[in-house]
């Protein structure tokens, strides 16, 4: 071999060692992102108290930081919260107008997205009533009107067409939780033809109930879906109790569905807090599940955890409910 054809295939064999050198010491690209539900605690609660949102927004914000999400659905986002958080989180998009009949008063249900990853080729607000696009509107005895924010959402990195929901439902009425549940699924995913629907929310309701039994009909529970164990707590809505420790996801998923999911009714059909305490599990645990993400069938969901993070240096939580997230790849 000639001393230029040798200097050639040692300069191709060097090349290829760099190479691989390079792909061992990055990640390949997987297609996947990370979504999030959060409900974040209306500004109008808790004045006077450590739990108010002027005394916890930061701690609240540098929280929402470190989970470091693509895509997040929030809940009880009054019009202050929502400015504070468009200047706090300037690399965000947020999609969605208030519960008002005005679409500028009431509570927000916003879709917050990552503008480097994602842009929006449509998005909609409507109502979870029998006349969804009337503003304000409310059906089936619910105590307040209640909405579902909708994005039509292109991955910059995937091509990917999906659409991200979230939604707060009733809190009271048992027909409005279920037909505003069923409302959302006609309305984003009516077929198999559909694009693929991630939808996040608080359900007022556990897995034992109508309107999760209406969803998973057709999506997917993602913390059953991981491909890993789900981490942190089984309970979503704290109260502002603290528990230490916290009962693990893990540890409620041993047990029958009926023990770990407590549904205890006051006569107005909210769910009886205080009667509920006298159930052990509940006792103990401090709180339900009612927080949840639903993935398309056949999602890759590679990692489900509840976050029950304290803010730094105190016993408090920066909202009363804690959030949930999970790494997906879509089919």
């Known amino acids: ?51 108010a949102w002027k005394e916890r927004r930061e701690d609240f914000c540098a929280f929402v930081e470190k989970m470091n999400l693509d895509v997040i659905g929030l809940q009880e986002v009054c019009p202050d919260q929502l400015e504070y958080l468009k ?19 009431g509570e927000y249900s916003p879709v917050m997205y990552r503008k480097s990853r994602f842009a929006a080729e449509e998005a909609e607000t409507f109502w979870l009533s029998e006349t969804p696009d009337a503003p304000g509107s409310r059906s089936w005895k619910s105590a307040c009107p209640r909405i579902c924010t909708s994005v039509l959402l292109v991955d910059k990195k995937t091509g990917k067409r999906f659409r991200f929901a979230n ?13 505003g549940t069923r409302l959302i699924l006609d309305r984003l995913c009516p077929d198999e033809s559909s694009l693929p629907l991630i939808l996040t929310g608080d359900f007022n309701s556990g897995e034992r109930e109508e309107p999760a039994k209406i969803i998973t009909a057709r999506l997917d529970n993602a913390m059953y879906a991981s491909a890993t164990p789900p981490a942190g707590s089984w309970r979503t809505d ?44 509940f006792k103990r645990c401090g709180g339900r599940r009612i927080d949840f993400i639903y993935v398309p069938r056949n999602t890759r969901v590679l990692d489900y955890k509840t976050h029950n993070d304290m803010r730094p240096g105190k016993k408090l939580y920066p909202s009363d409910h804690f959030p949930v997230t999970a790494t997906v790849i879509l089919p």
């Open 87 to 105: 200047e706090r989180f300037p690399g965000y998009s947020f999609a969605g107008c208030a519960r008002g009949k005005d679409r500028k008063s």
């Open 167 to 179: 939604t707060h439902t009733d809190h009271v009425s048992l027909p409005a939780k279920a037909n």
């Open 1 to 51: 071999m000639s001393n230029a054809k040798i200097l050639c295939a040692a300069i191709a064999a060097l090349s290829a060692a760099s190479l691989q050198t390079s792909a061992k010491g990055k990640k390949s690209f997987d297609g996947s992102f990370r979504v999030g539900t959060y409900n974040i605690r209306c500004s109008s609660g808790d004045k006077g108290t450590q739990n």
């Open 238 to 281: 704290n109260n502002w109790r603290i528990r230490e420790p916290e009962v693990p996801a893990t540890e409620a998923m041993a047990m029958p569905e009926v023990e770990r999911n407590v549904v205890i009714l006051h006569p107005n059909g909210r769910f009886d807090d205080d009667g509920a305490l006298a159930n052990p599990f």
